[in-house]
Structure formats: C-alpha cells, structure tokens
C-alpha cells in the first residue's frame, strides 16, 4: 500500500523536486503476519515500520501487469550472512533520514553474545550460551536450570507445535537471550522509581548513546517474546509480565515500565507471544542528575506473573532494542510503501543465516477520475 507520505513524495518527484521516491527497502518483524485471505488494512498513515531490522537498496525496478493490474517491481537482495525473521516491508526514498544525520533511527541493542551482556549472581556474571538442543529429551521441555543463558533462535524446540503457532521465537538474528520469569520480582513494581533495590537485573556496559540531540517524542522500541518452559502444558498462561527498561548516565537512572496484563489492550499469549513495546523519551522516569547525552549502561528487570506470583514457568526472550526519530520531519524523506506478510500459515518468513536471497515489491498503480 502507498501511504500517505508516499503520495506526497511521488508527487514531487513527478515534478522533479526530488530525486527518488524509492531508493531503499526496508524489512521489520515487529508485526503479527496475516493469514491469507484476511481482510485488507489501510495502512495509509502508517510513517515507520514497528520494528526495523535493517533496509538495503533497491536494486532492481520493473513494470508488469499481473491479473489486470498494473504494477511496478522492485527488487532488492537480502543480507547474506545473518538469519531473520521477516513480517513486514516498507519503501523510502532514502536510505535514512538526511535532516536526521547523526542522531537517526537505529538499532541500540540485540542481545547477542558478542554484546557480553552479563547477569546478577551475587556478583555480575557472564551469561552463559547453550549451543545444544534445549529439551534433550526431545519433549519439548526446556531442561536447562539456568535462570538466564543465551540460544539459537533456530534451536529445534521453537519449531515444535505450540511454540511455533504462538510466535515464541525470536527475529532479529539468530539468537534469544531468555530470562526466567522469577529471576527478578517485580510484581507488585508501578512506579518505577521504588520496588528494584536487591532485585535481580540483566546488565550491558560499556555503552556510548546520545540521544541529547532527540526530541521527547521520539521513541524507544523493545522487541521481546514470552516462551512456555513446557509448551505441551495448556494451564500454563499467566495473566501479566512485566519489564522495567534503565538506561544508565552519571550513575543515574532513566526507566520505564512494560506492563502486558492478559486480556488487556488486545494481548492474549495463547494467540501470539511476540510482542513489540514502544515508549517515547517523555515516558522514562529519569533520576535527577540523568543526562541522555551519555548513556554508558542497561539494565533489564523482568518477572512473569500468574496468581500474584513471579513463576518459573515461563521466560521471557529479549529480541532486540531500537531507537525511532519519529519527529524530525523532512520533505522529501519517509516510508512510502508499507506491506504485511501474509501466508496460509499466518508466519514469519524466515530468511536463513549464509544465504542468498531477493525479495521482490510490487506496488500496483491505477487511473484516477479528474473532477
């Protein structure tokens, strides 16, 4: 679909005041894929991906007219080396916002290995990585004891039934780092600024963001998913889970809280379990002291709750942070394009770590009546 903004950017480049109305396709998995079939959305004012993972240039564009319906094609080649799992794609017209140079939309975080994020044993430890199948004996059981470790997305368990249906796996990349839903008790935590002092935490160092330059508005995307210790084990739904999210500068905090009730605002973990969290800047509780400018560490705390208890039954699987300039406005820059995927089986489509892959889009165009 083209939205709106799109309209606007093809019309000045019929005029010849731009240069391009698509240049770059870009690829997210922060929506649920519709099944084929499903009813059309209007997606017009659609600006941003939910989660953007990564956009490439086009590299092709065509002309054809398939079932009476003329379209144009663009093709673009996906990264070789790294796995995703994709659930929508959108067209700019620039591989990133030029009014925006330096303090843009991108990508803060994706809990993986190589970030050496670490957890709270009395100490802060390295967090270990399981390699090997996590239900070793095959019965779609998570069998490790470790409260917090690192796993392949493409371990077989997350392709079992339940699991799979739900949207348990992470997309961005190949790897979940899992949390049990007891590490931390948070439970009873709404005003982030007490209910944390002795709570366990996960924690990244070593930080260099800057979002001084930012507005308020702008926002702060998490992308997490909720994963069944035993998936066969149909009592197993719990009715909350909740995410305190700190950015750490000058030993001081910023934080929110994630608060995903059952039942509430459309959440049900019994249909989908992959979830994409935005909060702006203005919604962080920021100790006196903070400053955005120099953001040097995270931490995460996070509970899963049923009958009023943190429980061991369930993880949560962080995916990846983001960071979306949505209040610098330029021109002659924005998503033009935005589509859903959409399948028989209402999935991501998974593209493979080394391999090569094209994808194409195809925007239909029709002929308006002048009034």
């Known amino acids: 679909m083209i939205t709106n903004k799109g309209k606007e950017i093809i019309a000045k480049y019929l005029l010849g ?13 922060g929506q649920k894929p519709l099944v084929d079939g499903a ?40 990264p070789t080396q790294e796995r995703y799992e994709i659930t929508e794609i959108g067209l700019y017209s620039a591989g990133g916002n030029p009014s925006a140079s330096g303090f843009d939309s991108r990508s803060l975080l994706l809990f993986t290995e190589e970030e050496q994020w670490k957890y ?24 490790t004891t470790d409260s917090v470790f690192q796993a392949a997305a493409d371990n077989r368990i997350f392709y079992k039934e339940y699991r799979n249906t739900k ?24 005003n982030v600024t007490t209910g ?19 507005s308020l508005s702008d926002k702060i995307k998490i992308a997490f998913s909720l994963v069944n210790k035993d998936a066969a084990a149909a009592h197993l739904k719990p009715g909350s889970l ?38 702006t800047l203005q919604d962080f509780v920021q100790e006196e002291g903070f400053s955005w400018e120099s953001i040097t560490s995270v931490k995460i705390y996070s509970s899963v709750v049923t009958s009023a208890a943190a429980v061991a039954t369930h993880y949560i699987a962080f995916d990846a942070i983001r960071f979306d300039n949505v209040s610098t406005v330029n021109p002659l820059y924005g998503l033009v394009g935005y589509s859903v995927i959409k399948n028989a089986n209402a ?25």
Do not use: H, W
């Not at 005041?17 to 998995?29: K, V």
């Not at 997606?43 to 144009?72: H, Q, W």
């Not at 944390?196 to 930012?214: A, F, M, P, R, V």
């Open 17 to 29: 005041t731009t240069p391009a109305y698509a240049s770059y396709m870009a690829f997210g998995c």
């Open 39 to 78: 009813a059309a959305v209007d997606y017009s004012e659609k600006e941003v991906l939910n989660f953007e993972m990564f956009r490439v240039p086009i590299s092709s564009r065509g002309y054809v007219k398939e079932e009476g319906v003329n379209k144009i094609v663009f093709t673009a080649e996906l």
């Open 120 to 143: 709270l044993d009395t100490t802060e430890k390295a967090i270990p990585s399981i390699s090997s199948a996590l239900d070793t004996n095959n019965d779609n059981i998570i069998s």
């Open 167 to 190: 949207n348990e796996r992470c997309r961005f990349f190949n790897n979940m780092l899992l949390v049990k839903g007891n590490y931390s008790d948070i439970k009873n935590v709404t």
């Open 196 to 214: 944390l002092s002795g709570q366990n935490y996960i924690i990244k160092n070593g930080l260099n963001i800057d979002l001084s330059q930012n």
């Open 242 to 279: 909740k995410i305190v999210l700190e950015f750490i500068s000058n030993s001081k905090y910023a934080r929110c809280l994630v608060d995903l009730v059952q039942g509430s605002g459309g959440i049900d973990f019994d249909v989908n379990r992959y979830f994409v969290v935005e909060k």
């Open 347 to 371: 999935e991501p489509i998974e593209k493979s770590p080394n391999t090569n892959n094209y994808v194409e889009f195809r925007m239909s165009l029709d002929i308006g009546n002048v009034v």
